[in-house]
C-alpha cells in the first residue's frame, strides 16, 4: 500500500517568516494529495489540496507543489501568524480500487508537523 | 448545517467490555471512513466504507468491526476492548474516496 512520509516533526518559525513542510510519497499511481490542519483540541480540516495534473495551487498565503517524478509534495506557508500553530498533516490517495492485495483504498496520512510560530 | 456527529466524546472502560462509537453524517455522502489518532503516529485507517453494504479493511482493522446499513450511519464496534486501543478516534465522510473528508469531533476512548 501507500507510505507517507512527513517532515520535518516539529517546526519552530518566527511570525512573518516562511514555513515549509515536506512530504514524500511511495506509490506512483497516486494522484490527489490534501493538506490537514489540526489545531489543539480540534477535528482536522482540510486547507489546501493538489491533484496530479497540476504541479502548484495557491489560496492566499499558502502554496502546495507537487512533484511527480520525484514523488515529492510540500506545503507552503508565507508571512507566518500565530493562528497558523497547529499539527499540519499530509496525504496521499490513489485512484479508488488500485490498490491489489489488500491496504486502505483511500487516504494515507503522513506522522503530522508541529508548527509552532514563535512571536 | 452540514455536519458529522460522533457519539459519546469520552469513555472510560475495562478491557473485554463491548462498546460502539457512532457515527453519523447529514450529506449524503458515498464515502465514509474511521481513524484512530496516536502520539506520533498521525492519523491511521481503520475501516472505510464506499456505500451502503460495502466496507472494507484499512491499515489498522485488528480488533475493530463496522457496519454501514444506512448511508448516513457508519459504527465503529470495539467486541472485546484491550489497553492497546486506548486512542483518539475520528470517524469523517466525503463525497468519493479522494475528496475532501469531513471529520466529526472526535472521540477520547481509554481502556483499563
Known amino acids: 500500500g501507500e507510505n507517507v512520509e512527513q517532515h520535518p516533526s516539529t517546526l519552530s518559525v518566527q511570525e512573518g517568516d516562511s514555513a515549509v513542510i515536506k512530504c514524500t510519497y511511495s506509490d506512483s499511481a497516486s494522484n490527489y494529495f490534501p493538506w490537514y490542519k489540526q489545531e489543539l483540541g480540534k477535528r482536522p480540516q482540510l486547507i489546501i489540496d493538489?491533484?496530479?495534473?497540476?504541479g502548484e495551487k495557491k489560496d492566499q498565503r499558502i502554496a502546495v507543489t507537487l512533484n511527480k517524478t520525484a514523488k515529492h509534495f510540500s506545503l507552503h506557508i508565507t508571512e507566518t501568524q500565530p493562528e497558523d500553530s497547529a499539527v499540519y498533516f499530509c496525504?496521499?490517495?490513489?485512484?479508488?480500487?488500485?490498490?491489489?492485495?489488500?491496504?486502505?483504498?483511500?487516504?494515507?496520512f503522513g506522522k503530522g508537523t508541529h508548527l509552532i510560530i514563535q512571536p | 448545517e452540514a455536519q458529522v456527529t460522533q457519539n459519546p466524546r469520552y469513555l472510560i472502560t475495562v478491557t473485554g467490555k463491548k462498546l460502539t462509537v457512532t457515527c453519523s453524517q447529514n450529506?449524503?455522502?458515498?464515502?465514509m471512513s474511521w481513524y484512530r489518532q496516536d502520539p506520533g503516529l498521525g492519523l491511521r485507517q481503520i475501516y472505510y466504507?464506499?456505500?451502503?453494504?460495502?466496507?472494507d479493511k484499512g491499515d489498522v482493522p485488528e480488533g475493530y468491526k463496522v457496519s454501514r446499513k444506512e448511508k448516513r450511519n457508519f459504527p465503529l464496534i470495539l467486541e472485546s476492548p484491550s489497553p492497546n486501543q486506548t486512542s483518539l478516534y475520528f470517524c469523517?465522510?466525503?463525497?468519493?474516496?479522494?475528496?475532501?473528508?469531513?471529520f466529526g469531533p472526535g472521540t477520547r476512548l481509554t481502556v483499563t
Open positions: 496525504a496521499a490517495s490513489p485512484p479508488r480500487g488500485i490498490l491489489q492485495g489488500g491496504g486502505a483504498d483511500g487516504l494515507t
Open positions: 466504507s464506499m456505500n451502503v453494504e460495502v466496507t
Open positions: 469523517a465522510s466525503s463525497r468519493d474516496h479522494a475528496g475532501e473528508q469531513y
Open positions: 450529506m449524503n455522502h458515498e464515502y
Open positions: 493538489i491533484r496530479s495534473n497540476v
